[in-house]
């Protein structure tokens, strides 16, 4: 969190030369350092249940006491949590977000991007001077157990709070019979699909890793009979013909111009003529919503993307040049009501 200022003290490092900015940023970062290593130590989990002393969070943790009596002394610092009479607690911010049982639980992100930035972001400079990432991003998380499943749980519960109005706003004809989700990994967009349309059918084509997740999904949904989980690499996996929507959900900002355009071709060609592309993307014009993290956080993806993957968040009239050149008219775009960043692209082909 961050660190805790009056409004008189915020100004000071903000909006004077009297104190470096910088200084915050330090303190910020320690906090979710801090507040990373917390929660894979499960910290927070130990203290569901109510206050407890060191040595008791020590024995739970199987953690060093002095060692994690500075970490939780940190922590209260920040407002992670608080202390009483010897005792640590969740603060309230704590126990509502970062408890791994609540369906709408920030603890699979605060873990995922901890990996991203102690993992990956320790070499920024390396990607900046090089213009290239610098590694296989999806390949290294297929690798990681762990924070792959961290990372599906995160788009799978976006998906839960995007579906609808996705569904909404992408009508399926009644002779529409096929979709197909690339990337679609925790296949929480197709199984919102074929809930509202039972005469649809969906494949997913992922990594492996990912689509054990999407099993999941789909499994639950009691929806196996109506969607083809295919394995494979996006670029040379078998697509398959005559789909009537291909979804490229969050996938081309991972990917520079060229490889954008060459998937654009591949969606094309596994259309029907007439069919429909839709791409969701946090753009890089981010509108001026009322005051929020929306612009700070495009900010920070697109950056992320070009360190580990090459891609970056792209603007509309770039990703309308690339759909027409792969042969689509009729582009659009529309900002999802129920978040900052992100868009609906859609096109036709032919
Ligand atoms: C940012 S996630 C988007 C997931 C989902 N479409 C969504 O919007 O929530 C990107 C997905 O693309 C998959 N992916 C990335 N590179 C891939 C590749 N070369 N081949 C197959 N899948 C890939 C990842 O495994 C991941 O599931």
């Not at 805790?4 to 004077?16: G, K």
């Not at 002393?53 to 060692?67: F, H, M, N, S, W």
């Not at 929480?188 to 039972?198: D, E, I, K, M, N």
């Not at 071709?265 to 007439?274: D, F, I, K, V």
Request: glycine share 10%; charged share 20%; aromatic share 8%.
């Amino acid at each position: 969190m961050p660190v805790p200022l009056s409004p008189d003290e915020a100004r000071q490092f903000l909006d004077s030369a009297e104190s470096p900015a910088a200084y915050l940023d330090l303190l910020d970062a320690v906090s979710f350092r801090s507040a990373g290593a917390a929660l894979r130590l499960g910290v927070f989990e130990a203290l569901a249940d109510g206050p407890l002393p060191v040595a008791e969070i020590a024995t739970r943790t199987g953690t060093d006491p002095l060692g994690l009596r500075l970490l939780l002394d940190a922590l209260a610092g920040y407002g992670y949590l608080t202390r009483a009479d010897g005792r640590y607690a969740n603060s309230a911010n704590t126990a509502r977000w970062l408890l791994r049982a609540a369906p709408d639980s920030f603890a699979p992100v605060l873990s995922f991007w901890t990996t991203v930035v102690t993992g990956w972001w320790h070499d920024l400079e390396e990607s900046i001077r090089t213009g290239g990432p610098t590694g296989d991003f999806y390949a290294w998380l297929e690798k990681q157990p762990e924070t792959l499943a961290d990372f599906q749980t995160m788009l799978r519960r976006l998906s839960g709070w995007l579906g609808g109005e996705i569904v909404d706003l992408l009508p399926v004809g009644a002779d529409d019979r096929s979709l197909l989700d690339v990337g679609g990994g925790h296949a929480g967009y197709p199984v919102a699909f074929l809930r509202a349309h039972p005469h649809l059918r969906a494949t997913v084509v992922d990594l492996p890793g990912a689509l054990e997740q999407g099993a999941v999904t789909v499994a639950e949904a009691g929806l196996t009979d109506r969607v083809t989980l295919c394995p494979g690499d996006l670029f040379t996996a078998d697509w398959g013909t005559g789909h009537d929507l291909v979804l490229l959900f969050n996938i081309v900002h991972g990917y520079q111009r060229e490889q954008v355009s060459s998937l654009l071709c591949r969606a094309a060609a596994a259309l029907r003529p007439g069919g429909r592309v839709a791409l969701l993307e946090p753009l890089a014009e981010v509108p001026q919503r009322p005051p929020g993290p929306g612009e700070a956080f495009v900010r920070m993806f697109s950056l992320n993307l070009f360190h580990t993957q090459g891609g970056r968040a792209y603007d509309f009239p770039e990703l309308a040049d690339l759909l027409a050149g792969a042969g689509f008219t009729d582009v659009r775009q529309t900002m999802l009501t129920r978040s900052d960043t992100d868009h609906l692209v859609t096109a036709v082909l032919g």
